[in-house]
């Protein structure tokens, strides 16, 4: 699945790559043999992963951090400093679309470069061309890309690929850090200087993506379409005009402005949060269309076995604070909070330690795989040892009377 992601990355010379995937651990493990001067790390979880990543980068490796979409948000805090810090060595952020999670939003927030790709040569496209931006202009730069670019069909006729221009095995070269504070310091007066050099990389971004081979345009009627995406645009009648954009942010503008000008109506088929739509600098004739997008209903409060279930919808391990809270809220309500191994490394220690210190009582189940003694030596540590193994969730119901902080764990996903 992940293989052909991994296989075009090493292609471009990556020197380290990073994850929090052990499916991409183990798919990179395979492929050591072939590529043996690269280094690879599966991490605890997206900051660190990001940060080791950022960090080979600045010491002028061409690196890449393969997250998903989704994982890309837990590493925000290094993600937003990225843009300004800068790098030496090329570096991608790689987001692999597993659910309906974007990270199109991203580039105008964070500042740094977002591409997006949906089959295997648009991804090596993509690739060749990040790399390029990210060593010319000193700057992460993210792909957005399908869990299984080997099975997405391309809705456009793109450029070919050259395969011989468009990979590269690069030879191992020795690390080098250059000591520079005004770049790595965050001090008031060398981040505005930061800022307008950031400004400055921005727009020469945005003249590199205006003939971008990604960026395809198909004209026929005088309706048009914007979009960053295949799907959902059999839709429309077949005599539409379709201006496809793989460069969300910067956005092309000269090109996506002289699309506008021949139209006489737009649609734009965007994200929830329209990353396009918003940088579209005259707006006269677009009008707004969101694909696939239904009307949600409030999720009910979810009930198991005398439980009220929380999961970690805000984050990995936030079921943990979030019982906290509605138990010192609400003592006598019975809460079930529901979490997985990896969540507990990424985030739910110092939320279960919090839990300890404030004498909250709850029952944590903690679905596991390999991690089960760990997660029990560290709670020992804290002095914690009310933890019991079950073999079936639905053992859970047994502890719903209990007064004090309990935890289950049980074997498997729910």
Not at 96 to 121: A, C, H, Q, Y
Not at 202 to 215: H, T, V
Request: hydrophobic fraction near 35%; proline fraction near 5%; charge should be positive.
């Amino acid at each position: 699945m992940y293989e052909r992601i991994c296989r075009l990355l090493l292609n471009n010379g990556v020197r380290l790559i990073y994850t929090t995937n052990r499916v991409i651990g183990n798919t990179l493990k395979k492929l050591e043999k072939k590529y043996p001067s690269f280094h690879f790390e599966v991490s605890t979880n997206e900051k660190i992963a990001y940060e080791l990543a950022l960090t080979g980068s600045i010491a002028t490796k061409r690196t890449a951090c393969v997250l998903s979409t989704e994982g890309i948000y837990e590493a925000l805090d290094p993600v937003m400093s990225s843009a300004y810090m800068g790098v030496l060595g090329g570096f991608l952020i790689v987001c692999i679309r597993e659910t309906e999670e974007e990270v199109t939003p991203l580039g105008p927030f964070s500042k740094l470069p977002v591409m997006v790709s949906e089959n295997e040569d648009e991804f090596a496209r993509a690739c060749f061309f990040g790399y390029s931006i990210s060593e010319k202009y000193e700057i992460p730069v993210i792909i957005q890309t399908a869990i299984d670019i080997a099975h997405q069909p391309s809705a456009f006729s793109l450029q070919p690929l050259n395969s011989k221009l468009e990979t590269r095995n690069s030879k191992p070269s020795s690390s080098r850090f250059v000591k520079n504070p005004s770049r790595w310091a965050a001090t008031p007066k060398f981040r505005f200087q930061l800022h307008k050099e950031l400004n400055s990389k921005i727009e020469k971004i945005r003249e590199e993506f205006e003939g971008y081979a990604g960026n395809v345009k198909i004209k026929k009627g005088k309706t048009g379409i914007i979009t960053d995406r295949h799907s959902g645009l059999e839709f429309y009648d077949e005599d539409t005009s379709m201006l496809y954009i793989s460069t969300v942010f910067p956005l092309p503008n000269k090109l996506v402005n002289a699309f506008i000008e021949k139209m006489d109506k737009v649609y734009v088929v965007d994200g929830p949060y329209h990353p396009i739509e918003l940088q579209i600098q005259d707006r006269r004739k677009v009008i707004m269309e969101q694909m696939g997008k239904a009307h949600k209903r409030p999720k009910p409060e979810e009930k198991m076995y005398g439980f009220t279930v929380l999961r970690d919808i805000l984050g990995p391990a936030s079921s943990i604070n979030m019982a906290h809270g509605i138990k010192k809220l609400e003592p006598d309500k019975k809460v079930l909070a529901i979490t997985y191994e990896d969540h507990f490394f990424h985030s739910g220690m110092p939320a279960f330690v919090n839990t300890l210190y404030n004498n909250s009582s709850y029952v944590l189940l903690i679905m596991t795989n390999t991690r089960e003694e760990e997660i029990k030596r560290i709670m020992k540590g804290c002095g914690f040892s009310n933890f019991f193994h079950i073999n079936a969730v639905s053992e859970v119901e047994k502890f719903k009377d209990r007064k004090d902080l309990t935890v289950l764990f049980c074997r498997g996903i729910i």
